[in-house]
């Protein structure tokens, strides 16, 4: 087992507390409440009970890579094939089958939820952190038809706001 995630969030603690022992080093939180960088390298530690576990370095981001969901949620893609429209999105189309099965109690929402944000996810696979941010950036504000369009939604309302 390998622990992951971003710094400060506590994988070295929960290795220290699996060992019944502090062997790992471990820092306070920032006044910020941001993880501090200690892990500096991965190692893998012997747990006395059985087992082993990696502890790794805090990392910016995680994505998904090769997501076959059709294996993971197999329930929703058959669900998916009986919907009206082949592109539906699942959210709020007429005639949606994954949705009258959520009405009818044969799915959970809370599944629902991570089908589409793992789906998410995987749209920018095969992408770099510095092309990440913009397309995630246009996702947030394609509803009011852009980023520029939101600045200036901003910069409206507080003229109105503030009289400037």
Do not use: W
Request: with cysteine; proline share 3%.
């Amino acid at each position: 087992m390998a622990f992951i995630g971003s710094s400060g969030v506590g994988k070295s603690t929960l290795i220290n507390r699996l060992l019944g022992y502090d062997s790992l080093a471990t820092r306070e939180l920032r006044n910020d409440d941001r993880g501090r960088h200690t892990t500096t390298r991965r190692e893998l530690i012997a747990i006395p009970e059985g087992g082993v576990v990696i502890d790794t370095p805090g990392m910016r981001e995680m994505g998904v890579e090769s997501a076959d969901f059709s294996k993971a949620f197999s329930d929703i893609d058959e669900l998916a094939a009986q919907c009206r429209y082949h592109d539906c999105t699942h959210t709020r189309e007429p005639g949606c089958a994954v949705q009258e099965a959520i009405a009818g109690g044969k799915l959970s929402p809370d599944r629902l939820a991570n089908y589409l944000k793992l789906k998410k996810e995987a749209e920018y696979e095969g992408l770099n952190s510095r092309q990440i941010e913009p397309e995630k950036i246009s996702a947030m504000f394609a509803e009011v038809g852009g980023i520029k369009n939101a600045r200036k939604f901003a910069k409206e309302k507080n003229r109105k706001q503030y009289g400037y």
